[in-house]
């Protein structure tokens, strides 16, 4: 499948960030060819003026200013949030290779994450980083189905590049995301990964916008056992499962002595942030 390529100017490399977990965000690309059919960044393509489906196109984003270190002192920067920075054109562009070099010196806390063994090429300044995290997305051990959602790396050379960071002191975080209802097996993933993962993030799969109707055609088609269920929970809005889920998730991983955040309730977690930094706007001191 052919991507169309585009240049872009940009500003700032860095933005401000919503997401529960960052303070600054910082996405070299715009699109990605992934394509995962899941995809919640998506919506980007309507800023972009593209008539290309999501996944046929990549923005490269070109910056001459550097990037501002200082101002990341003590805040988490999160690479990337819209985008897979290690798609498959970053290594003809190498766009997030330059942008790492400029953060080595930055003491800040830096997660990185991906779906791409490409990030490897790079094991040489990332164990330069006092402060870094990498994540690689696993939501399934069937490569079949994983092929279905998307064009990233394999399941087999994900874990295995998750190994590779681990060994070479990385600290390694699988990102199990997005959590496919009755498909994704999660006691697979953590008994399959264990020995070379520091923590498991867990996410659930929202299904909104144009992507709603493709997911849900998907599991009719391929997996018609489970149509009342899906049913149920993105056209009824039954949360039951995911509750009874999060406490098996607690159960099992407490169980397995194995770190754990989960992120089912990430609109909940964006509200008490943007909430929490309100409070502290109101109760900074004056000096003027």
């Not at 995962?36 to 070109?62: N, Q, V």
């Not at 990964?193 to 849900?216: C, D």
Request: glycine letters at 4%.
């Amino acid at each position: 499948m052919k991507i169309k390529e585009n240049f872009i100017e940009t500003k700032d490399y860095v933005t401000k960030s919503n997401l529960p977990v960052s303070d600054y965000v910082i996405n070299p690309y715009v699109g990605c060819p992934h394509g995962c059919k899941y995809c919640y960044a998506s919506f980007m393509k309507r800023f972009t003026g593209h008539l290309e489906p999501w996944g046929e196109f990549i923005d490269i984003k070109l910056c001459d200013k550097p990037i501002n270190i200082k101002k990341l002192k003590g805040k988490n920067v999160f690479l990337s949030s819209v985008t897979d920075c290690y798609n498959s054109f970053e290594e003809k562009y190498r766009l997030t290779r330059k942008i790492l070099e400029q953060l080595i010196e930055a003491e800040c806390e830096l997660c990185i994450t991906t779906k791409s063994s490409l990030i490897l090429r790079d094991i040489d300044l990332l164990k330069q980083f006092k402060n870094l995290t990498v994540a690689m997305s696993v939501n399934t051990l069937d490569e079949k189905f994983k092929n279905h959602m998307d064009n990233a790396s394999s399941i087999k050379d994900r874990l295995n590049t998750l190994k590779e960071l681990n060994k070479n002191g990385i600290y390694t975080i699988l990102f199990m995301s997005p959590i496919f209802p009755g498909i994704t097996n999660f006691k697979a993933i953590v008994k399959t990964s264990k020995p070379y993962i520091n923590m498991y993030w867990f996410e659930n799969l929202n299904l909104r916008g144009a992507y709603k109707t493709e997911i849900l055609n998907y599991i009719k088609k391929h997996h018609p056992e489970l149509t009342l269920l899906y049913e149920n929970i993105y056209i009824k809005g039954d949360k039951s499962y995911w509750i009874e889920l999060a406490k098996e998730i607690n159960e099992f991983c407490t169980e397995e002595k194995v770190n754990f955040k989960n992120y089912f309730y990430h609109e909940q977690l964006v509200a008490d942030k943007k909430k929490k930094h309100k409070t502290n706007k109101i109760n900074a001191p004056d000096f003027h």
